[in-house]
């Protein structure tokens, strides 16, 4: 058994243990055993096998250089004994190296030095891949059955039984990247702990002198935190981060990056309208009444907005006169007054439910005429607006709301389910298109696909995507 007495090169101060060369006769393989120092041996009187191995060595490597191929077990050295360094992965192999045959425990230190970077060399801590590396072990392990890991510089990566072969370059490229990676997070965790030492006992101190520090965050940081979570769903946490970081930089989007905004603008209300066409087909279904679907539109007032065809916010609803002020107590005239933001124009609204009927019995063959209960609503909002205009401008002075015009008012009634039969379809459709100065939409549908709208009305990009709120 040969010995180490003198240890050249990086490993001479380090390497505590000693080496013994085994070659079986006939055999192109070489065993090379490791005796670890007392120093290191296990401490008790218990008796294991790590220990009765650490005792009497182990074998640390196995090499054939004709085949280009050198196996050993992955180790590591814990509280005084060896045991496994990992959990599955049994056995690790180089392939398509150049190795040298090693006779001398010379040989053999010329051999743990030439071992690929990523992989420990000192044998009294035992081999395998460096700590920061752990985790491409780790990833491989979660395939089941797994237990032999092989990097090659022969084979593609792949699996091959109970064998997961790792192309040499692809090692490489992984263990260059994690390394940056790691890197980075200790030179962040750094800056972090100078950031919260100065900011717990200097900035009190005097704040306005020494304000509070935070890391600068590198521009791309954002961009790689949600480039990697393209492929897994973002925390609640994270995405209301998300939302605050757009928000707090949206004017300067939208200098800079009006189509990025206008993008995410548009998306934005295409979900919102996803969302709301189930709550409508919910609202619908429970066949609620005037008032659930008064505060269903209050709670979604830019619905109105698709419904006059032009940028409308709500001003009020359950608006009166006869009481001297918009709110004030009176002969009610609407259940909404929204106003155009461009022109100050108002508008009004009545809303009655889907479960109004919008056609009476046939009049005459395929002719159907409009129920009491629609043309009731129609008369009811022209004279809601024949009100409004008769006494707006006191209404105004009363409130001191000034920034309302009455040029053209226009009103919407939000009435009924599209019938199902065509004919009865047709002659709504032809009633409510004679109609002037009054938008009869259906708070329903059967199944038409788009909301209807009166003559001449601008389509919103949202109309074109979605069914709005005529589910």
Same mark, same amino acid.
């Given at each position: 058994?040969?010995?180490?007495?003198?240890?050249?090169?990086?490993?001479?101060d380090?390497?505590?243990?000693?080496?013994?060369i085994?070659?079986?006769?006939?055999?192109?393989w070489?065993?090379?055993?490791?005796?670890?120092?007392?120093e290191?041996?296990?401490?008790?009187?218990?008796?294991?096998?790590?220990?009765?191995?650490?005792?009497?060595?182990?074998? %640390?490597?196995?090499? =054939?250089?004709?085949?280009?191929r050198l196996?050993?077990?992955?180790?590591?050295?814990?509280?005084?004994?060896?045991?496994?360094?990992?959990?599955?992965?049994? &056995?690790?192999e180089?392939?398509?190296?150049?190795?040298?045959?090693?006779?001398?425990?010379?040989?053999?230190?010329?051999?743990?030095?030439? @071992?690929?970077?990523?992989?420990?060399?000192?044998?009294?801590?035992?081999?395998?891949?460096?700590?920061?590396?752990?985790?491409?072990v780790v990833?491989v392990e979660?395939?089941?059955g797994?237990?032999?890991?092989?990097?090659?510089?022969?084979?593609p &990566?792949s699996?091959?039984?109970?064998?997961?072969?790792?192309k040499?370059? +692809?090692?490489?490229?992984?263990?260059?990247?994690? =390394?940056a990676?790691?890197?980075?997070?200790?030179k962040?965790?750094?800056?972090?702990?100078? /950031?919260?030492?100065f900011?717990?006992?200097?900035?009190p101190l =005097?704040?306005?002198?020494?304000?509070?520090?935070s890391?600068?965050? /590198?521009?791309r940081?954002?961009y790689?935190?949600?480039?990697?979570?393209?492929k897994?769903?973002l925390?609640?946490?994270?995405?209301?981060?998300?939302?605050?970081?757009?928000?707090?930089?949206?004017?300067e989007?939208a200098?800079?990056?009006p189509?990025?905004?206008?993008q %995410?603008?548009?998306q934005?209300d295409?979900?919102n309208?996803?969302?709301?066409?189930?709550?409508?087909?919910?609202?619908?279904?429970?066949?609620?009444?005037?008032?659930?679907?008064?505060?269903?539109?209050a709670a /979604?007032?830019?619905?109105?907005?698709?419904?006059?065809?032009?940028?409308?916010?709500?001003?009020?609803?359950q608006?009166?006169?006869?009481?001297?002020?918009?709110?004030?107590?009176?002969?009610?005239?609407?259940?909404?007054?929204?106003?155009?933001?461009?022109?100050n124009?108002?508008?009004?609204?009545?809303?009655?439910?889907?479960?109004?009927k919008?056609?009476?019995?046939t009049?005459?063959?395929?002719?159907?005429?409009?129920?009491? +209960?629609?043309?009731?609503?129609?008369?009811?909002?022209?004279?809601?607006?024949?009100r409004?205009?008769?006494?707006l401008?006191?209404?105004?002075?009363?409130s001191?709301?000034? =920034? @309302?015009?009455r040029?053209?008012?226009e009103?919407?009634v939000?009435?009924?389910?599209?019938?199902?039969?065509v004919e009865?379809?047709?002659?709504?459709?032809?009633?409510?298109?004679a109609?002037?100065?009054?938008?009869?939409?259906?708070?329903?549908?059967?199944?038409?696909?788009?909301?209807t709208?009166?003559?001449?009305?601008?389509?919103?990009p949202?109309?074109?995507?979605?069914?709005?709120?005529?589910?």
């Amino acid at each position: 058994m040969a010995t180490s007495k003198s240890i050249p090169g990086v490993l001479e101060d380090t390497v505590k243990g000693e080496f013994a060369i085994r070659s079986a006769k006939g055999s192109r393989w070489t065993t090379v055993l490791f005796q670890p120092s007392k120093e290191l041996a296990p401490n008790g009187d218990e008796e294991d096998e790590e220990h009765a191995e650490a005792e009497s060595g182990f074998e %640390l490597l196995k090499v =054939n250089p004709s085949l280009k191929r050198l196996v050993f077990t992955p180790r590591r050295l814990h509280s005084g004994s060896y045991s496994k360094r990992y959990a599955h992965i049994h &056995t690790m192999e180089l392939e398509g190296f150049v190795f040298e045959k090693p006779t001398t425990p010379e040989d053999v230190f010329g051999l743990l030095e030439s @071992l690929p970077v990523g992989f420990t060399r000192d044998p009294d801590f035992g081999l395998g891949l460096r700590k920061e590396l752990c985790h491409i072990v780790v990833a491989v392990e979660d395939i089941q059955g797994i237990n032999h890991l092989v990097i090659s510089k022969k084979r593609p &990566t792949s699996i091959n039984g109970n064998t997961f072969v790792l192309k040499i370059a +692809e090692f490489d490229q992984l263990r260059r990247a994690m =390394n940056a990676c790691h890197k980075q997070a200790l030179k962040g965790a750094a800056e972090d702990k100078r /950031n919260l030492a100065f900011n717990t006992l200097v900035h009190p101190l =005097n704040p306005a002198r020494y304000p509070e520090r935070s890391r600068l965050q /590198n521009e791309r940081t954002i961009y790689r935190v949600l480039e990697a979570s393209a492929k897994s769903k973002l925390s609640d946490k994270n995405q209301i981060a998300a939302v605050g970081v757009v928000t707090s930089n949206s004017a300067e989007l939208a200098e800079r990056h009006p189509d990025v905004l206008m993008q %995410l603008h548009r998306q934005i209300d295409l979900v919102n309208l996803d969302q709301l066409i189930t709550r409508v087909g919910a609202l619908i279904g429970k066949h609620g009444g005037e008032s659930q679907w008064q505060r269903f539109f209050a709670a /979604n007032p830019f619905i109105l907005s698709l419904a006059f065809g032009f940028p409308a916010v709500l001003f009020q609803q359950q608006v009166s006169v006869g009481g001297g002020k918009f709110s004030g107590v009176g002969q009610k005239i609407g259940d909404f007054i929204v106003t155009n933001v461009l022109t100050n124009n108002l508008a009004l609204v009545e809303i009655k439910t889907p479960d109004t009927k919008l056609l009476g019995h046939t009049y005459r063959s395929g002719v159907y005429p409009p129920t009491q +209960e629609l043309s009731g609503a129609i008369t009811q909002i022209l004279d809601q607006r024949y009100r409004i205009q008769a006494e707006l401008t006191q209404l105004k002075e009363n409130s001191r709301q000034y =920034n @309302l015009e009455r040029f053209s008012v226009e009103c919407v009634v939000i009435v009924g389910t599209m019938p199902a039969d065509v004919e009865q379809r047709k002659c709504f459709e032809m009633f409510r298109g004679a109609l002037h100065g009054v938008s009869v939409i259906r708070s329903g549908s059967t199944g038409a696909r788009h909301p209807t709208r009166r003559p001449g009305a601008s389509v919103q990009p949202a109309d074109r995507d979605r069914r709005a709120y005529e589910p």
